[in-house]
């Protein structure tokens, strides 16, 4: 759409910006060059092309996302920038997307990312009071984990994950899996549906449906409304019944602080916890095992103890970030941006692939490969992630019970022959083959799913609630949770 036509659509187009004001006039026409933030170039080596970006247009570079040019930003390239709009000091900024103009002008092409762009009644989209309303069961519910018992659940997943490599009788004398298909697509997905307090049939089907909303195929509707009335069924029962689990304390905290969240927002904040806490943990388990993989020298030094897992994850979030783009932020004012003219209701993307190679961070001589921890790859501001304590520990455990387990894994194919997803948000092989010779210690089969994990007390009881007595858990039986491991689908 040319400058000319955003016009038409403009004064043609009813919408109204979150206060049901009219959008003010667009002074600022969009820039006559910007980049393209798609294509091969892009996807195969993202570290460079922005690199190549910071060359031509300095911290802040205008992108399109598709060909007709439509849909766009300001990809933001340069740490400070990036803190500027995270914290947002000079609120300008707000991460509530029916402030994307274009979005709500209806201006915006068929692109896979835009459908994401909707409003949910959800702290992702909400700013100031609400926002703290609606984040503070989910994050007093995560302050109530015991970590030292988490870590034990996370090893016991783990190992099972592990023992899942191995066919019927036994491991061969060489062995291979795909590690993302196999253990980082799994792994953090299992311990968050564990943590939410799910049944193994419930954890099976969810698992199920989140596989089949992320192909795309002709069924992610239906799964993703599937998946919308499993988190509803999962407060709802938690409510009626609560137990050792994050959603029975959010039900507590929901209760004694007075705020009010209903079974939607609840819901929608399960279902947040449980898809942020599992994609960015997946890429940043390949991210290190390709990391360490194919760096000798840090990988020696992980094995001799020279260098701890966290570094070495660490340093991934400054070579090779999990979330590379945060997509978006929206300028709820005009504003002005590395010498751009910013109009209300233009998008910013946060570049957190491009920090570490951000001149001004590497001048300021210090290591910002395996200590500095001032990366963003957390995010910041009110918006910055609120599991940073869970997120290392499920990553560094699924880490450290790989390389105890399996010493001597290898690259199965050279990483220049590895093809990528495109790196809008994540960036992840699309599959990550590993060799392994015969593991000197026995595989160990690990719990089973309902076994007592107790990373988490059992909240207060409502006092209007009489006490049922629990149902015992059944023993000594596997069959729905080890066919999850066994069964887990192919992407
Ligand atoms: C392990 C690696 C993880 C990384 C690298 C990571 C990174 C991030 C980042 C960059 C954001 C900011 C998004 C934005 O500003 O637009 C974020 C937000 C969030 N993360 Fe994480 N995260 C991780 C794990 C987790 C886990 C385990 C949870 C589980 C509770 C979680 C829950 C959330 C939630 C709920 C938000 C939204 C916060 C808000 O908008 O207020 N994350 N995360």
């Known amino acids: 759409m040319t400058t000319a036509d955003r016009m038409i659509a403009v004064s043609t187009n009813a919408s109204t910006n979150p206060f049901g004001e009219a959008w003010p006039y667009a002074r600022t026409p969009w820039p006559e060059r910007s980049a393209p933030l798609y294509g091969q170039n892009f996807a195969s080596d993202p570290f460079s092309y922005y690199e ?8 802040v570079a205008p992108v399109t996302l598709e060909e007709t040019g439509a849909f766009r930003g300001y990809l933001i390239l340069d740490h400070a920038y990036q803190l500027e709009i995270l914290q947002n000091r000079g609120h300008v900024w707000t991460r509530d997307s029916r402030w994307y103009r274009d979005f709500a002008e209806g201006a915006l092409p068929p692109h896979p990312l835009v459908p994401q762009f909707a409003y949910r009644r959800s702290r992702l989209n909400a700013e100031g009071m609400e926002h703290a309303r609606l984040s503070g069961p989910g994050n007093k519910a995560l302050a109530e984990l015991d970590l030292l018992r988490t870590r034990i659940l996370i090893e016991d997943l783990a190992e099972q994950l592990i023992t899942s490599f191995f066919p019927e009788g036994g491991p061969a004398e060489w062995n291979q899996v795909d590690i993302l298909d196999q253990y980082a697509l799994q792994l953090p997905l299992l ?13 099976l089907a969810t698992g199920n449906a989140i596989h089949e909303m992320l192909s795309g195929g002709p069924g992610a509707h239906r799964a993703a409304a599937e998946l919308d009335s499993r ?3 999962l407060v709802e029962e938690k409510q009626r019944d609560p137990g050792p689990d994050l959603v029975s304390w959010m039900h507590h905290y929901n ?8 079974t939607h927002e609840l819901s929608e904040d399960v279902w947040l916890q449980i898809v942020a806490g599992r994609g960015a943990s997946t890429t940043w388990i390949c991210n290190t095992v390709l990391e360490l993989l194919t760096n000798p020298d840090l990988n020696s030094d992980v094995i001799a103890g020279r260098c701890q897992m966290e570094e070495a994850m660490n340093r991934v979030m400054w070579v090779n970030a999990p979330i590379q783009n945060l997509i978006g932020r929206w300028a709820t004012q005009d504003t002005m941006l590395g010498g751009y003219h910013v109009n209300c209701g233009d998008m910013a993307i946060i570049c957190l692939g491009a920090t570490g190679a951000d001149p001004t961070m590497l001048s300021a001589s210090f290591d910002v490969s395996r200590t500095n921890r001032s990366h963003l790859a957390w995010g910041a501001g009110s918006h910055g992630c609120p599991a940073p304590d869970l997120g290392t520990l499920i990553v560094r455990t699924g880490l450290e019970v790989l390389w105890n387990r399996l010493p001597g894994m290898r690259m199965a194919v050279a990483k220049e022959s590895l093809t990528w ?13 590993v060799i392994f010779p015969l593991p000197p210690m026995p595989v160990t089969n690990g719990q089973q799913w309902t076994a007592q994990h107790s990373f988490i007390s059992n909240p207060p009881r409502p006092i209007s609630t009489e006490p049922k007595e629990r149902p015992s858990e059944p023993q000594g039986r596997l069959p729905l949770w080890r066919s999850l491991v066994a069964w887990w689908p192919k992407r």
């Open 231 to 233: 988190m509803r069924a």
């Open 52 to 59: 190549s970006l910071r060359k031509t247009f300095g911290a």
């Open 421 to 433: 997803d495109l790196p809008y948000v994540a960036r992840s092989p699309t599959a990550l083959p």
């Open 191 to 203: 311990v968050m549906m564990r943590l939410m307090g799910m049944d193994e049939g419930s954890a």
């Open 255 to 262: 209760r004694d602080l007075q705020l009010g969240l209903d």
